[in-house]
């Protein structure tokens, strides 16, 4: 039996950090802003969809898509996020199925749906149990402002063009806190991972 973790939380809280640490004792991770990104490829039906209802000014000269300009129209436009997700919602939904049903068939012990959206993408029902990765205010906008060069109004929007701690976790069934190192998240995924008898081989 394939356990399949739900992993959510706000952007940049610490998930794919939470995902590697997973990765190295064995588990699958499935990823949703990598295939999102997969599907916003030239020639792949998102970027297809995206040029039709935003427009080429949104494509960089290369034809890829110019994130940063899509990301500041949606992240302060709740209306084009929405159409944003109108798009990209069902094309990421199928794809993260085919590859949990290919999960489970390959017998993999841990699955993890890496996803902030997990809540709005309706994925709570494909999961044996849902995890919420929480960090302070503080960390999160820092991190954010670090890893994605962005300034404090930009990435404040795109905190805020989310859901709420508050509000996601009623949702969950645990939440872990990702306010010290590394180090510290590397021991509460051990202990997590004893809990569900999950340290061990990749297969069963
Ligand atoms: C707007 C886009 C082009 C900006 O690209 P950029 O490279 O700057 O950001 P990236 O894709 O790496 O996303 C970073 C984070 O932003 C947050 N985020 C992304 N899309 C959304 C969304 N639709 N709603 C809320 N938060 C989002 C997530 O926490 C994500 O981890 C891009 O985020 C996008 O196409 N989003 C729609 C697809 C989607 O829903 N992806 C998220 C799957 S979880
Ligand atoms: N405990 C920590 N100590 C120091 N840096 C951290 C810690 N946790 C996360 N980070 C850093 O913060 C940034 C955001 O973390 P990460 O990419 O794991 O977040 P995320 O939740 O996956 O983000 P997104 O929603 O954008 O996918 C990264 O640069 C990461 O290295």
Redesign the pocket.
Known sequence: MTYVLGLT??????????SKILASYGAEIIDG?VIARQLQQPGEEGLRQIEFQFGKEYLNADGSLNRTKLGDLVFNNPAELAKLNHIMRPLIHQRIIERVNQAKKAKVKLAVI?I?LLIEGHYLNLCTSTMM?E?TSAKQLS??M??NHLSKAQAQARINAQMSNCERAKYVDEVIL?N???EE?KLKMIKWLTSKHLLGSEVE
């Open positions: 939380g706000g952007i940049a809280s610490g998930k794919s950090t939470v802003d890496d902030a990765i960090t991190n954010l670090n890893r990702n010290g190192s590394v998240l």
